[in-house]
């Protein structure tokens, strides 16, 4: 794949089992349900810990239109670096499932970095994740085609969820129209679109549901 395919939804975010153990000890736990939305707006300072569960981090616009930023599973941080909102957007934070999260505040989370250089490390190494995912995120929006934006997200796909098939990788996640239109910033049509086209042109093939990349 070329320069700016290499943007994912999926953060590769991981700590060390033993920080995640020191963490606990000094934050509050809380829980959501699947389907509950968050909005930075609406949350205090504090730092969210993702402990179980998964969440899908958006932009969603003042008209309704979601475009999604990341898909974050444990361990990763979600934090408050995207919630500069204003009246034309909000960030939202969406459970896809029962999520655990633990909660710090800053004074403590600063002070526990100053005690532990490793828990630094995990807050800057996170920092930097986030950057780079938005660079490639800003990078495929704007120099890639609709329909080159699906086949890199099914590329991706691919590598982890994906089966070898005799006619090539078959990718056992299903995905509305809608959701793919949520992460390469397209609507539900111009997907349903693109990917009649792909298919015809053997771009991609479909079998019982799902896609393959030949």
Same mark, same amino acid.
């Given at each position: ?134 660079? !490639? !995120? ?27 098939v005799e006619e090539g990788t078959l990718i056992e996640k299903r995905m509305t !129209? ?7 910033g397209s609507t539900r049509v111009r997907v349903t679109q693109s990917l009649k086209e792909m298919r ?9 549901? !799902?896609?393959?990349?030949?």
């Amino acid at each position: 794949m070329g320069q700016w395919e290499e943007w994912s939804p999926w953060s590769n975010d991981d700590i060390d089992d033993a920080i995640i153990e020191e963490l606990r000890t000094i934050a509050a736990i809380k829980k959501a349900r699947k389907g509950q939305v968050f909005f930075w707006d609406g949350l205090d300072n504090s730092l969210y810990l993702l402990l179980k569960g998964s969440v899908e981090v958006s932009l969603v616009s003042a008209q309704g239109r979601k475009i999604v930023l990341a898909i974050h599973h444990p361990y990763a941080f979600i934090d408050d670096a995207l919630a500069d909102n204003t009246d034309n957007y909000a960030v939202a934070i969406l459970c896809l499932e029962h999520c655990e999260f633990a909660v710090f505040d800053q004074e403590t989370m600063t002070n526990a970095a100053k005690a532990n250089p490793k828990i630094y490390d995990c807050m800057l190494r996170s920092a930097i994740n986030t950057i780079q995912m938005l660079t !490639h !995120h800003l990078a495929n929006q704007t120099f890639n085609s609709v329909e080159d934006r699906i086949f890199n997200l099914f590329c991706n796909l691919a590598s982890k969820y994906g089966r070898e098939v005799e006619e090539g990788t078959l990718i056992e996640k299903r995905m509305t !129209h809608q959701g793919i239109a949520d992460m390469v910033g397209s609507t539900r049509v111009r997907v349903t679109q693109s990917l009649k086209e792909m298919r015809a042109s053997k771009r991609l093939l479909s079998r019982g549901g !799902h896609y393959i990349i030949p």
